[in-house]
């Protein structure tokens, strides 16, 4: 017998949800129905620039029509900042973060001048321009209220490692983790206090997230969220990473697109199982 599994949805409040926000929701939602397990709602609500609390209300009203219920309260990660400063005080006190002064333009034009530099799933790397500034430099930098974001320091994170690290993924089997390939990441900036990768890496752990189920555009940064484990000493899910819904001229649906909202759709006099049937005509997208 198969244990119970716990999933996830967590969606960010910065839009309505939209169709391929159903299928991901439906997806995470039927795998711990099917095992007799729990399924969670969290809310990234870290850019707070951008996310506003009617579309909190606004996600649980269409997770509610599409005939979905979660347990327990929603986690809203602007609501434990300190589980995340704790984790980034754990990095930092290993040598494992430094501060990064240069603004995009910076990077950009460093770039530039480089055109042979490494490349990740995500575009050029980050140069390196501050990772070997001096400990009193970045100290008067900081003093005189230079603006700075913390990044990992990739390759003394890497050193850590006694044996290659790897994930269960139920879709495409045993993957060994490579998180070079995203180079010095950044985990907190001054405008998001942590980011996407370090908030869910430990709101997973925290929530007892059994079975992550996300999107296969987010396949690469599972190999990052691997090494942030290890790093941190938290507990490794299985993931399972679904295709994603294309609209009609092969793009994903976006939140600007008002006519694929949920809210669209209800308000036009589409029901929950007209969503269901539009999902299997839709084309999936598919990891090479």
């Known amino acids: 017998m198969h244990p119970a599994t716990t999933t996830r949805f967590a969606p960010s ?3 309505r949800l939209h169709i391929g926000h159903a299928y991901s929701a439906l997806f995470a939602h039927d795998k711990a129905a099917g095992s007799g397990g729990r399924f969670i709602l969290r809310i990234e609500d870290i850019d ?12 649980e009203e269409d ?11 929603p986690r809203r990660q602007s609501e434990h900042m300190d589980d995340y400063r704790a984790a980034l005080d754990k990095l930092a006190g290993e040598g494992l973060l430094y501060p990064c002064f240069c603004s995009r333009k910076d990077i950009q034009e460093e770039i530039a001048r480089a055109p042979a530099a490494p490349h990740g799933p995500e575009g050029a790397l980050y140069p390196g ?13 900081i003093a005189a209220g230079e603006t700075y974001a913390l990044r990992l320091d990739m390759a003394a994170a890497l050193a850590r490692l006694k044996a290659p690290l790897a994930w269960e993924d139920l879709a495409k089997g045993k993957q060994e983790a490579h998180p070079e390939i995203l180079g010095d990441v950044v985990l907190a900036r001054k405008d998001a206090p942590a980011s996407y990768h370090l908030c869910v890496t430990v709101d997973d752990h925290l929530q007892g997230v059994t079975c992550v189920t996300r999107g ?5 940064a599972s190999h990052l969220h691997r090494l942030l484990q290890h790093l941190l000493g938290l507990d490794v899910p299985v993931w ?9 001229e092969g793009k994903r649906f976006a939140k600007r697109n008002q006519s694929v909202t949920l809210q669209h759709l209800r308000e036009g006099g589409k029901t929950p199982e007209d969503i269901k049937a539009d999902m299997r005509s839709f084309a999936v997208s598919s990891l090479p």
């Open 129 to 141: 321009l501050c990772r070997a500034l001096a400990k009193s430099v970045r100290q008067d930098r």
């Open 13 to 15: 409040p910065t839009g």
């Open 48 to 59: 707070t620039g951008r996310c506003r609390p009617e579309y909190v209300t606004g996600i």
């Open 240 to 248: 399972h990473h679904h295709p994603l819904l294309l609209d009609a």
């Open 216 to 220: 296969e555009d987010l396949f690469h």
């Open 63 to 73: 997770l509610r029509w599409l005939g979905l219920s979660w347990d327990g309260p």
